[in-house]
């Protein structure tokens, strides 16, 4: 096996060539330790069943230019990644020192990049709009696999057992899943097509319990959930005519719900995962219902739910607010007016507030939500084109990105004022290792 | 994307001949916005390089066979029913029109995005 990726060094750290496309299977290399740029081809260990203790040792003795931040020891669990959508980079942060410890580059087009992270908490894989799926090593700080994967991507999600990712494509539409040690491709789903006869674009992909995946099909109304119990032969059940364009779509926090949202008609589509047989109904149908919709300038975001004290707080689409569900009838109680089109919508962990940004041209506004008074509590104005938001563990912080500012502003939720900025090119997504163990994410 | 890159003081911006010749060129500062916009906020569905989203690529050789002025009405009026929305509100006619022209000749980089 070493032999093989020594043949191919893409499949290794900084040998890789970023455009290379991926052409059939890479190896496995089942010694993680060893991987990293030169060590690589230098550590020939016989028989790949070692002990752990044993592997590091080598590791180190083989790798004598292992960077510094291996050398000291150090858990994931305050890190996490800005993307740095015009420029392909991203920077790995650190949310106790607020700081940047490192700036990756080479992973192509991030514009609407998203991340999910490995269940230990130590990769980030980055999902980039022209279909690169990078993954990035965040103790090592380096590219550790990139393959191109479609011509046209939006985001992904990780499996329950952590093993597949799956990744989300817009052309071809569809999704693919891989072996997430490995990147090697294992299934490739086709989505059923659109209108114009070419396979819909794929949105809102989720992972839900029991090793499954549940996404909905922009141009063709359906959501399919995908059972990946066997990712080489993934098995699909699809629900038909759940509405006209779904735009995104999440799955509630505790994997039971998936709801999608709609673009083309009134109201959102809710699946029950643990009765599926009864099919995908509409809900808050009546919302907007013979109102003037606003022009959309840009699509909400549903994966950042914010589900409060049994509500789930939701982006309306085409109006200024945020509407007020309740989790158990599924109906609407209130809706709380904002300062424009909810892109958005996020809980702080304990739910407490709900913090919202905007679509253009109101994108220089964050609102804070009381969800006790349901009432914006305060404005803020954290800088140029606000394009995502992300708290910290346990939401003593929240981070912001202001992409023509070019910088990170970091606000203590509990005084709502800026205690710290971080420079950073045109930055889009935020995504903390936190996430790595939340359902939906 | 093959374009040439708009050189820095936007005021030699070379004027391609066509349409845009027809109207007047929006002052250099404005077309900096206009690119800006095209690619950061039309980029939100149409992607940053225009390559694509939720709305189609905007690249020469997707454009290459649309007529002008329905591509120019798209802009300023959106098309209901689908997610293109109307930008009259952000931008006049001769401006959406001029953006058409850099559009169909793949002259859209900004001096800094």
Same mark, same amino acid.
């Given at each position: ?168 494509? &817009? ?86 719900? &998936? ?151 970091? &606000? ?30 | ?20 010749? @027809? ?12 690119? @800006?916009?095209? @690619? ?71 001096? @800094?995005?």
């Amino acid at each position: 096996m070493i032999e093989a990726a020594r043949r191919r060094p893409l499949a290794c750290g900084n040998a890789f060539r970023p455009e290379s496309r991926l052409r059939g299977v890479e190896p496995s290399l089942r010694l993680p330790r060893t991987e990293p740029g030169s060590g690589a081809a230098r550590c020939r260990i016989p028989g790949a069943e070692l002990a752990a203790t044993l592997l590091v040792a080598l590791a180190f003795a083989c790798a004598p230019a292992t960077p510094a931040s291996a050398q000291t020891l150090r858990g994931t669990g305050d890190l996490g990644v800005v993307i740095e959508r015009a420029t392909g980079r991203v920077q790995v942060v650190d949310t106790s020192a607020k700081s940047s410890l490192a700036t990756i580059a080479g992973l192509g087009d991030l514009s609407h990049a998203s991340v999910v992270f490995s269940r230990d908490g130590r990769y980030a894989f980055v999902f980039g709009r022209d279909g690169g799926l990078t993954k990035i090593d965040l103790l090592e700080q380096k590219i550790a696999r990139r393959v191109l994967q479609a011509g046209n991507s939006i985001g992904g999600a990780i499996s329950q057992d952590g093993r597949v990712v799956a990744a989300q494509n &817009y052309t071809p539409g569809g999704v693919r899943l891989f072996d997430a040690a490995t990147l090697e491709p294992l299934a490739e789903i086709r989505a059923a097509p659109g209108l114009d006869g070419t396979p819909s674009k794929v949105v809102g992909l989720a992972d839900a319990p029991g090793q499954r995946f549940v996404a909905s099909l922009f141009d063709a109304g359906e959501i399919w959930v995908i059972d990946a119990s066997d990712p080489r032969a993934p098995k699909v059940e699809k629900f038909t005519g759940i509405g006209r364009q779904p735009y995104d779509g999440f799955v509630t926090p505790d994997g039971r719900w &998936y709801i999608a949202g709609l673009f083309g008609e009134d109201g959102l589509a809710l699946l029950d995962l643990w009765h599926p047989e009864r099919g995908v109904r509409r809900i808050l149908d009546r919302y907007g219902k013979g109102e003037e919709k606003l022009p959309v300038y840009k699509m909400p975001h549903l994966r950042g739910w914010a589900i409060a004290a049994g509500y789930a707080y939701l982006p309306a689409i085409g109006r200024n607010e945020v509407l007020v569900v309740d989790t158990r009838d599924w109906n609407e109680v209130a809706r709380v007016p904002v300062a424009g089109q909810p892109v958005f919508a996020i809980a702080r962990p304990d739910a407490r507030q709900v913090w919202v940004n905007f679509a253009f041209p109101d994108n220089g506004k964050v609102q804070v939500i009381d969800t006790e008074t349901r009432s914006v509590a305060k404005t803020l104005e954290p800088g140029k084109a606000v394009l995502h938001l992300e708290f910290t563990p346990r939401g003593e912080a929240v981070w912001i990105s202001a992409r023509d500012d070019h910088k990170v502003v970091v &606000y203590d939720t509990a005084t709502l004022r800026p205690i710290a900025t971080l420079a950073a090119d045109s930055p889009s997504g935020i995504f903390f290792t936190t996430r790595a163990a939340r359902m939906g994410f | 994307m093959g374009a040439t890159g708009v050189p820095a003081g936007a005021a030699s911006v070379a004027v391609p001949d066509g349409p845009v010749a @027809r109207t007047s060129a929006p002052a250099p500062a404005r077309q900096q916005e206009l690119l @800006r916009l095209l @690619r950061q906020d039309c980029g939100s569905c149409h992607g940053m390089r225009l390559t694509g989203g939720l709305g189609p690529a905007l690249t020469p050789e997707a454009l290459s066979a649309r007529p002008e002025a329905g591509l120019v009405a798209t802009i300023v009026a959106g098309r209901p029913g689908t997610a293109m929305p109307p930008w009259r509100r952000f931008l006049s006619e001769a401006e959406a029109q001029w953006l058409v022209v850099r559009l169909v000749s793949g002259d859209v980089e900004t001096v @800094r995005d």
